[in-house]
């Protein structure tokens, strides 16, 4: 529920979370991420934030200005707090004093009363932790944890107090999910838990919030849900963002994905669902990491029988330096187009994974040293275009040995 649907008028409503706003009696007097901009903004963000403890002159006056080479920083000040008032009461707001100066120190008058979002989550947060009711305390952590909408002023985190502050909410933040979702485990209210774990990873990405709603789908017996979940979490770590999913979230998945059961079934129907649909594909076995991993170690173990060579494979997009590229907006591209070229190289029998932006894995099976460098011109042949610059970087280890890096150009 928005700070506004709660019908009070003469109530101004500010926003810190994502772009900054104010609202008076229904009639908007900053919105958006430019208007946030303006000296204007800056003033209000400080001294409704700071609304309790107030703002020295000294620190206004950095914030306001800077490094600007101002030769009365007291009068520019005084005409900036002016213009202030001035717009307040053109909004609407009644005509009294708005910024008052006590020694010094200027303050958000008492008369204008404020409900700011930051500062409502924090006293969720802080009632929260003083409340022995277990119902009443769990309610409390999930309205802090909806009122954190996005960063705080995400758009102004170059300034260094609100740098401060944002990294403060987000920890803020984290801990609500976190205590918010033991209580819910605790009174196995796995539906409010799973909405908590979606909405959480939604608003903190790449935090390991996942975990919160797989573990939900699971205790509910959504089996295949909690199955896609699985596969779609590591989709979304390894292709779209280009990361492995942190060791932690690993354990938890895998932990929670081996609790996931099936319903009992004959083996000629259990063999049918396990056959691959496709089997025209003529390329390689694309899989995500959890899955190549897996086919590692059962090659691995296969191998302790003898009888076969087995060499693991790291492609790697260079630029024309020679260097591996981390970043740019070529860099996805140049990755697809990698994969493509794999897949159309290597044989059905050999294991494909996009390990991260602009690297592959390949796991090849039954082949020879000399192979794999006929592979590696097979998959130039199908990268290279033209007088393209950039290239592939080639690293091989045999499974059999103890790894070590050795490179094949």
């Known amino acids: ?51 309790k403890e107030g703002i020295s002159r000294d620190k206004l006056e950095q914030i306001l200005f800077g490094d600007r080479d101002i030769s009365d920083l007291r009068h520019a000040t005084r005409t900036v707090i002016y213009n202030a008032k001035k717009k307040l009461k053109a909004a609407g707001l009644p005509d009294i004093n708005y910024i008052e100066q006590k020694n010094g120190i200027y303050y958000w008058t008492e008369e204008i009363p ?33 009122y954190y909408t996005a960063e705080f002023l995400e758009a102004q985190t170059g300034t260094i107090w609100i740098a401060q502050e944002a990294r403060r909410y987000r920890s803020l933040f984290c801990s609500c999910v976190e205590n918010a979702a033991q209580l819910l485990r605790i009174q196995k209210d796995y539906f409010r838990m ?15 919030w996942e975990a919160i709603t797989m573990e939900a789908m699971v205790s509910l017996g959504r089996d295949e849900d909690a199955r896609k979940f699985y596969d779609d979490t590591v989709e979304l770590y390894f292709q779209e963002q280009g990361l492995r999913p942190s060791n932690h979230l690993m354990e938890l998945l895998n932990k929670l994905g081996a609790q996931i059961g099936h319903h009992y079934a004959v083996l000629d129907d259990i063999q049918e669902s396990l056959m691959e649909e496709d089997k025209t594909d003529p390329g390689g076995y694309l899989c995500p990491y959890p899955v190549f991993q897996g086919i590692y170690h059962m090659v691995e173990r296969m191998m302790e029988r003898g009888g076969q060579s087995v060499y693991l494979m790291l492609c790697t997009v260079v630029d024309s330096k020679g ?21 159309k190289s290597v044989r059905r029998g050999d294991a494909v994974n996009r390990y991260g932006r ?44 103890t790894p070590g890096k050795e490179r094949i150009v």
């Open 194 to 208: 799973e909405e908590l774990g979606i909405y959480a990873a939604k608003i903190n990405p790449l935090a390991d």
């Open 114 to 146: 404020v409900i700011e979002d930051a500062a409502e989550m924090e006293r969720l947060c802080e009632e929260a932790g003083q409340e022995e009711d277990l119902d009443r305390k769990t309610e409390l952590y999930l309205k802090a944890c909806y």
């Open 1 to 51: 529920m928005s700070m506004e649907e709660n019908g009070w008028d003469d109530i101004l409503y500010v926003g810190m979370f994502g772009n900054f706003s104010m609202t008076w009696n229904g009639k908007c007097i900053i919105g958006g991420s430019k208007s946030a901009e303006t000296q204007f903004a800056y003033l209000m963000q400080l001294l409704i934030h700071s609304r």
């Open 323 to 343: 260097n591996p590229m981390k970043d740019g907006p070529i860099l996805e591209e140049l990755s697809k187009r990698l994969g493509e070229a794999i897949q």
């Open 358 to 401: 602009g690297q592959y894995l390949v796991l090849l099976v039954n082949t020879t040293r000399e192979n794999c460098k006929v592979l590696q011109k097979r998959i130039n042949y199908h990268f290279i275009v033209g007088r393209q610059r950039t290239g592939i970087q080639y690293y091989v280890n045999s499974v059999i040995c």
